[in-house]
C-alpha cells in the first residue's frame, strides 16, 4: 500500500453537501455544496429538501473536488464516507453515492463516524503530509462544538475514545441560532452573533453559568437560551431593542455561552492529565471561543505551578483546525479520518464490495 493514499471522501451528513480529495492527512481539495440558502425559510435543516439537494448537488460536487485536486478517478485508493451520525434520508444519498462508486473504480470502502471526523479535523494539513507527530499527544481532549453536537471526548489513541460530557439539551451552535432567531439575525446565526459580539459590551447582560453545582462535565444550553428569551422581551417591552442593545445583547450573550464551556473544561483539566486539546464543529471557527480556550488553559498551567502540583514543564498543546472551511460540515476531515484507519489497519482491513446502512445516531464511543 502506498504509504499516503489518495482518498475521496463525501459527507451528506446533514445540509451540506461535501467532497474532499486527501493525500495522506494533506487536503487536496475540500468542496462545500452549501444548502444554508434552501433552509433559510424554515430557520433549521428541513430533511427531505436536503435530501433532494444532495442528490443534485453530489455529482457535480465529486467533478469539481476532483478537478480542484488535479486528480481522476482512475488516481484514489479509497472511498471514504460518513455513515451516521446525521439525518438518515442525507446519509442515504452519501453512502448511496459511495458504495456505487467503490464499486465502480472497484475500491475499498471506508464507512467513518462524522463526529470522529471532526475529532481529527486539526490533524488536516495544507501542504506537507504527515506532518503531525502525534504519537506523544495522548491523552487528547477533543472538544466538538456544533450545531448539532457539544462534547467533550478523551482520545486515549485514535480510535479508542471515551466521552467524558456531552449536552443534556441543546447543542451549542443549536443554542446560537435559536436566540439569533429570536432577535431576527438570520440563518445560521452563529457567525453573525460573533460579529455582531466584537464591538459590543460582553458584561452589560449578566447572564447565569450553568450547572455549577453538578460534579460531572456535562453542558447545557438551554437556560441561557430562556434566559436570553426572557430578556428580549423585558428589553422589549420596556425601552425596545435599538442596535447598541442587540450589539451588547450578543456580546454578553456569547460570552455566557462560551464561560460554560471553559467552566466545564478547566473541571476536566483539573481531574484528567490531559498533553493537548484538539477543538472541531462549527463553533470551532468562533475567535472568542479559541481565546476563552487558550485563557483557560494558560490558567491551569499557572494555577498547576502556583499549587506546586507541576511534575513536568509539560505544556498543553491546543489544536484547531488550519481553515474555517473544515470546521464545518466537510469531507475533508473524513478522508484524514480514513486516512488515520488505513494507518491502524493497512489497506486488507477493507472489504471491496461492502454493504453498509446509515447510522444516524451513532456515537464515537461506540465505533
Ligand atoms: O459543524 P456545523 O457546520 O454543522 C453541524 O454539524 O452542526 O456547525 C454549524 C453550526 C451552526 O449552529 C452555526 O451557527 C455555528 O456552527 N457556527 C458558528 C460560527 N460559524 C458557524 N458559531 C459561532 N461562531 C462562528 N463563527
Ligand atoms: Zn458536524
Known sequence: MKNNPI???????????????????????????????LHRPYGGVFPTVAKQAHKENIDPTTQIALKRAGKKLEDIDFVAVTQGPGLAPSLEVGIKFALDLAKKI??????????????????????????????????????????????????????NYEILGTTIDDACGECLDKVGRMLDLGYPAGPIIEKLAMTGDPNKYKFPLPMTTSKDYNLSFSGIKTFARNLIEKINQNEGMNKTQTIDFCASFQKAVFRHISYKLSKILHDYEIREI?????????IDLRKNIRQTIKKFE??????????????????????????????AMIGVTAFYKVLKRNSSGFTKEASIDRKPNWKIDCL
Not at 278 to 286: F, K
Open 278 to 286: 484538539w477543538l472541531g464543529g462549527g463553533v470551532a471557527s468562533n
Open 106 to 159: 472497484n475500491k475499498p470502502l471506508i464507512p467513518i463516524n462524522h463526529i470522529e471526523g471532526h475529532v481529527l479535523s486539526p490533524l488536516a494539513k495544507a501542504k506537507t503530509f504527515s506532518e503531525t507527530k502525534i504519537e506523544q499527544s495522548f491523552p487528547v481532549l477533543s472538544i466538538v462544538i456544533s450545531g448539532g453536537h457539544s462534547q467533550f471526548i478523551l482520545i486515549k489513541e485514535i480510535g
Open 302 to 331: 499557572k494555577n498547576k505551578v502556583a499549587n506546586g502540583t507541576q511534575q513536568t514543564n509539560q505544556k498543553i498543546i491546543f489544536r484547531a483546525p488550519y481553515t474555517k472551511k473544515l470546521c464545518a460540515d466537510n469531507g
Open 7 to 37: 482518498i475521496i471522501a463525501i459527507d451528506t451528513s446533514c445540509d451540506d453537501t461535501s467532497v474532499a480529495i486527501t493525500q495522506g492527512n494533506k487536503v487536496l481539495s475540500n468542496i462545500i455544496a452549501s444548502q444554508t440558502e
